[in-house]
């Protein structure tokens, strides 16, 4: 029996000692103000990397880019001295599999995580309250992460190529930056929290994103904010003012758009083309349909305009073949044809053009509002 003990103890031991570091594993400085450690470098075997709270008695405030990079480090327990993870930090580290940040932690730099390929779990303390640009950008086996309820922003393509399947935004986040969660292939449901007032450009862009709840305070949706997601129906509250180019092109299974009443809601160009939308109805206040707003929406059938609509734009509804129903209403002054373009064949400019399902009444209607163009 002792003989077993002793044996185990000795297993123990080498386990820890495989596993623990020591100061002589780092190599550091004095930072700047002398009052900390700076690690620059790391000379451990251990595949298990706990960053030690003190080295000589100061306390380790800061960690050198990339010092880990090819060492075939797996995990990584950073102290809450260190408020502020480095740029690129720990990026490029193909077998890191999972990091451990204590409470202290501040701000995650630009690309800290980057390119982490088989990073599955992230710790992220309550502290936190900066993740900064690409930070954990091309984690494709990153499934979940808690966000820390300090959290204001979301930063630009912050987990962009992630894995992330589920995600609680907490109340703190006031904005979604730029391709935030661009070409998330697995996150197909997301919560946005009532703090939350935009949503940055190609946020959600050729993403799996099939259901979204856009609260009561978002006042803009950036350009191609949702292109390219499976987005079945959406509803626009009436907060949004904006909605930006080709905020919901080539979403080909979005067959729904509800707007809530918002006199001032401006549509930009492109805003739901080649998109799979069967019937639109556009809210009073609207007075300008822009170019190219439902260009190519094939399986539009349905459209309803407000009485407030003065101008629809070139495109609008170019090769909507299957456009059927048009209301038109009195306040139709203009409806736009590219002059500039006429004698050009590759240019279609036509706002109803390949629109050849509309009824001949309907198309006299549309040429008393000054119509020029095809239907064909």
Same mark, same amino acid.
């Given at each position: 029996?002792?003989?077993?003990?002793?044996?185990?103890?000795?297993?123990?031991?080498?386990?820890?000692?495989?596993?623990?570091?020591?100061?002589?594993?780092?190599?550091?400085?004095?930072?700047?103000?002398?009052?900390?450690?700076?690690?620059?470098?790391?000379?451990?075997?251990?595949?298990?990397?706990?960053?030690?709270?003190?080295?000589?008695?100061?306390?380790?405030?800061?960690?050198?880019?990339?010092?880990?990079?090819?060492?075939?480090?797996?995990?990584?327990?950073?102290?809450?001295?260190?408020?502020?993870?480095?740029?690129?930090?720990?990026?490029?580290?193909?077998?890191?599999?999972?990091?451990?940040?204590?409470?202290?932690?501040?701000?995650?730099?630009?690309?800290?995580?980057?390119?982490?390929?088989?990073?599955?779990?992230?710790?992220?303390?309550?502290?936190?309250?900066?993740?900064?640009?690409?930070?954990?950008?091309?984690?494709?086996?990153?499934?979940?992460?808690?966000?820390?309820?300090?959290?204001?922003?979301?930063?630009?393509?912050?987990?962009?190529?992630?894995?992330?399947?589920?995600?609680?935004?907490?109340?703190?986040?006031?904005?979604?930056?730029?391709?935030?969660?661009?070409?998330?292939?697995?996150? $197909? /449901? &997301?919560? %946005?929290? !009532? #703090?939350?007032?935009? *949503?940055? @450009?190609? =946020? +959600?862009?050729?993403?799996?994103?099939?259901?979204?709840?856009?609260?009561?305070?978002?006042?803009?949706?950036?350009?191609?904010?949702?292109?390219?997601?499976?987005? $079945? /129906? &959406?509803? %626009?509250? !009436? #907060?949004?003012?904006? *909605?930006? @180019?080709? =905020? +919901?092109?080539?979403?080909?299974?979005?067959?729904?758009?509800?707007?809530?009443?918002?006199?001032?809601?401006?549509?930009?160009?492109?805003?739901?083309?080649?998109?799979?939308?069967?019937?639109?109805?556009?809210?009073?206040?609207?007075?300008?349909?822009?170019?190219?707003?439902?260009?190519?929406?094939?399986?539009?059938?349905?459209?309803?305009?407000?009485?407030?609509?003065?101008?629809?734009?070139?495109?609008?509804?170019?090769?909507?073949?299957?456009?059927?129903?048009?209301?038109?209403?009195?306040?139709?002054?203009?409806?736009?044809?590219?002059?500039?373009?006429?004698?050009?064949?590759?240019?279609?400019?036509?706002?109803?053009?390949?629109?050849?399902?509309?009824?001949?009444?309907?198309?006299?209607?549309?040429?008393?509002?000054?119509?020029?163009?095809?239907?064909?």
């Amino acid at each position: 029996m002792k003989k077993v003990i002793t044996v185990a103890l000795l297993w123990a031991a080498l386990a820890a000692a495989a596993f623990a570091q020591s100061e002589k594993d780092f190599v550091y400085k004095l930072d700047s103000a002398g009052t900390g450690v700076v690690i620059t470098g790391y000379n451990g075997k251990a595949k298990a990397v706990r960053f030690p709270a003190q080295i000589e008695g100061m306390p380790v405030k800061e960690i050198d880019a990339k010092i880990l990079k090819d060492k075939g480090v797996t995990s990584i327990t950073i102290p809450g001295g260190v408020a502020n993870i480095a740029r690129n930090a720990f990026s490029e580290m193909p077998q890191l599999t999972s990091v451990t940040m204590l409470d202290g932690v501040k701000s995650i730099g630009y690309g800290a995580f980057q390119s982490c390929e088989n990073l599955k779990s992230v710790a992220i303390p309550d502290s936190v309250g900066s993740i900064n640009e690409f930070a954990f950008d091309r984690c494709p086996k990153l499934a979940s992460v808690t966000l820390p309820k300090s959290l204001t922003e979301i930063s630009w393509g912050s987990f962009r190529w992630t894995g992330l399947t589920t995600l609680a935004i907490p109340a703190s986040v006031t904005s979604i930056g730029a391709d935030a969660f661009a070409s998330t292939k697995a996150l $197909k /449901k &997301i919560a %946005i929290p !009532a #703090s939350v007032t935009s *949503i940055g @450009y190609g =946020a +959600f862009a050729d993403s799996a994103l099939e259901e979204i709840t856009l609260p009561a305070s978002v006042t803009s949706i950036g350009d191609g904010a949702f292109r390219g997601t499976a987005l $079945k /129906k &959406i509803t %626009i509250p !009436a #907060s949004v003012a904006l *909605i930006r @180019y080709e =905020a +919901f092109k080539e979403c080909y299974s979005l067959a729904s758009v509800t707007f809530l009443t918002a006199a001032d809601i401006a549509i930009d160009k492109g805003a739901f083309r080649s998109s799979g939308l069967v019937n639109v109805a556009i809210p009073e206040g609207v007075t300008t349909l822009p170019e190219s707003a439902f260009e190519g929406c094939s399986s539009l059938t349905s459209v309803s305009l407000p009485s407030t609509i003065k101008t629809i734009s070139e495109r609008a509804f170019l090769n909507c073949s299957n456009l059927t129903s048009f209301t038109i209403p009195d306040s139709v002054e203009t409806i736009e044809f590219p002059n500039q373009y006429a004698r050009s064949p590759l240019y279609d400019g036509d706002a109803f053009k390949g629109c050849s399902k509309l009824s001949l009444a309907i198309q006299a209607a549309l040429k008393r509002r000054g119509y020029t163009g095809s239907f064909q």
